[in-house]
């Protein structure tokens, strides 16, 4: 898909795109705030990447990875959703890094478990938001987890292992918990809190993947494991 403008969706010629003037040529909307950030912090993790490549994986397959958590992130950011397509992306690219990691019998016990788990969470949420919108006689706008979260779940475990998924998901779940604690105390604040109001969780499920695939070296200095 070519880029287009977000404000009147005219297309946008690469060469504006990516280097200059990079603005809309029909109404000449700016690019927001968000593409700058998104795109430094790409050029820095590349440069971090380059200097601290994964084991096993290098600096290559690192970084498509990255790249892969980065799709899943900001389009779940933008749209609170994760495609189908994207989860099919990353199931074969997670084949293929578990294989790499953890061979192929924890790869594909992993992905069922990080599959099956989330797949629990996901039904007794839904029950349990229904029930308690229903009780409350509000109408129930999204769901704590989304189905696109249960496969994300299941790719992740294929990239982490029979071994590492559920640590993952550990840290995943304590992770959104602190931001959505912060976020509602935020809201509250702010007069604004509504009700089984829709987080991304996507984003949180990716940053424990993240932390034990990039970072786990580093914990390992830091807790003084072998």
Not at 22 to 49: D, F, M, S
Not at 70 to 95: F, K, N, Q, T, W
Not at 102 to 122: D, R, S
Request: hydrophobic share 55%; charged share 10%; glycine share 12%.
């Amino acid at each position: 898909m070519a880029p287009f403008c977000q404000k009147c969706e005219a297309p946008i010629p690469l060469l504006n795109y990516l280097l200059w003037p990079r603005r809309c040529p029909v109404c000449q909307h700016p690019r927001r705030w968000r593409t700058w950030l998104v795109e430094i912090i790409g050029i820095l993790a590349t440069l971090w990447l380059w200097n601290f490549p994964p084991p096993k994986l290098g600096f290559i397959l690192g970084l498509v990875v990255l790249l892969f958590f980065a799709v899943v992130v900001i389009i779940d950011l933008e749209y609170r959703l994760i495609m189908h397509p994207v989860s099919i992306a990353g199931a074969v690219l997670g084949l293929v890094v578990g294989v790499i990691l953890h061979g192929w019998l924890k790869t594909l016990l992993g992905g069922v478990i990080g599959f099956g788990v989330m797949f629990l969470f996901y039904f007794l949420g839904t029950l349990f938001a229904r029930w308690m919108a229903r009780r409350r006689g509000e109408n129930l706008d999204g769901e704590a987890l989304g189905f696109g979260d249960v496969n994300l779940s299941g790719v992740l475990g294929l990239m982490l292992g029979s071994s590492l998924i559920l640590v993952g998901l550990f840290l995943g779940v304590i992770i959104g918990a602190v931001i959505s604690l912060l976020y509602m105390l935020g809201m509250i604040l702010a007069r604004k809190y509504k009700m089984f109001a829709a987080i991304p969780y996507g984003p949180f499920l990716i940053t424990g993947a993240f932390i034990l695939i990039y970072l786990g070296n580093f914990l390992k200095l830091i807790l003084g494991t072998n």
